[in-house]
C-alpha cells in the first residue's frame, strides 16, 4: 500500500447543547493510495470509485464529489483539489 496523492478538507461540526449551538470546522485529509481512497471516518476501495469531480463555489473553495458504486460523496475543500484528481485519473487507467 503506498500514498499518491493526498487532499485536504474541511468538515463543520455541530455542538448543541441545552443553551446554544455552536459550529466548528475541523481541517482533515483524504489519502490516496493505490488500493482505496480513506478519510476520517471512510474507506472506498479504488474499485468502488467511478469517478472524483470538484466544483468551487464562490471564493472561499468548494466541493469535492467522490462518485462511487454506493452513491456521491461530498466533501469541502478550501484549496484547489486538481492535482488529487488527476493523480486518481491517472492511477485508475493503469487498473
Known amino acids: 500500500m503506498s ?7 474541511s468538515k463543520v461540526v455541530r455542538e448543541v ?4 449551538q455552536k459550529h466548528t470546522e475541523q ?8 488500493d482505496k481512497i480513506v478519510t476520517q471516518y ?9 469517478d472524483i469531480s470538484y466544483r468551487f463555489i464562490g471564493d472561499d473553495g468548494g466541493l ?7 452513491g ?9 483539489p486538481k492535482a ?3 493523480a486518481f485519473k491517472e492511477f485508475r487507467k493503469t487498473l
Open 3 to 9: 500514498l499518491i496523492a493526498k487532499q485536504t478538507y
Open 42 to 50: 471512510r474507506e472506498f476501495k479504488v474499485y468502488d470509485v467511478l
Open 17 to 20: 447543547n441545552s443553551t446554544e
Open 84 to 86: 488529487f484528481v488527476e
Open 72 to 80: 456521491v460523496y461530498p466533501y469541502i475543500v478550501r484549496s484547489s
Open 64 to 70: 469535492l464529489y467522490l462518485h462511487t458504486n454506493n
Open 27 to 34: 481541517e482533515r485529509t483524504m489519502y490516496l493510495y493505490d
